[in-house]
């Protein structure tokens, strides 16, 4: 039985465009709704948050620094695999 949640605008997930993001893990977990756990995509909880800040925490008090990842499905509809220019001509 597959029990991962998709991003209803996602669409197609293998014809996704994606957006990665790392970083402080205040400012990553933030703009999360979903956690990877076990390799399976579940709702990121206030149960799943309170244990992760926990974790991050302990990590921070060994003087270890912690980067969070995450990874954004761009809807299929309005960003086609293959067929979307990326204008990077005003990036700084």
């Given amino acids: 039985m597959n029990t991962e949640v998709k991003n209803p605008a996602a669409g197609d997930i293998d014809n996704n465009l994606c957006v990665y993001m790392k970083g402080a893990p205040e400012r990553i977990l933030s703009r999360c709704s979903t956690m990877l756990v076990n390799g ?8 799943l948050r309170k244990e992760t800040n926990i974790e991050n925490d302990s990590f921070g008090a060994l003087g270890e620094r912690v980067l969070a990842f995450a990874r954004y499905r761009l809807p299929v509809e309005k960003y086609p695999k293959g067929n979307y220019k990326f204008d990077v001509t005003n990036w700084k």
């Fill in 40 to 47: 399976e995509e579940v709702p990121f909880t206030d149960d």
